[in-house]
């Protein structure tokens, strides 16, 4: 017996009880960079708005702003019949005519329309516009 021993070198092997992480690492790595690189081609700019039911109870009489793409702005006063659109010369003319519409009638709710092609951004400056002149109720119309 002690012969062979002396033929394997007369050495014990000890095996290693540690978790070699490099190749886990490796993988973290790559994942890391797919991720990274995935979104990047997306085009942010892009935004699909969802659509909405109609409400159970539409408002009766309402203010209407509506933006288009090519930044033309209009406002309007009406009801379930059709509303009588007026165009103004920019921003400024338009919070003005709201101020005016919203002190003449302070119960009317605001509804803003925006179309498919404006800017998601003044849709939302809008809303905050009118939050800041004291409208509780404003709203988005949808199709």
Known sequence: ????????????????????VVPYID??????IIFMAVPANEAPSAVNLPSAE????????YIRLAVQPDNRLSIGVGGKQKVAMEDVADRTALLERLRALHEENP??????????????EDVISLISEAKKMGINRVGLATK
């Open 54 to 61: 109609k409400s159970a109870l539409p408002p009766d009489t």
């Open 107 to 120: 119960d009317y709710p605001v509804l803003i329309e925006g179309d498919r092609e404006s800017k998601y």
């Open 27 to 32: 993988v973290m790595l790559v994942l890391l």
């Open 1 to 20: 017996m002690a012969f062979s021993s002396s033929m394997r070198g007369g050495r014990k092997r000890k095996f290693k009880s540690e978790i070699n």
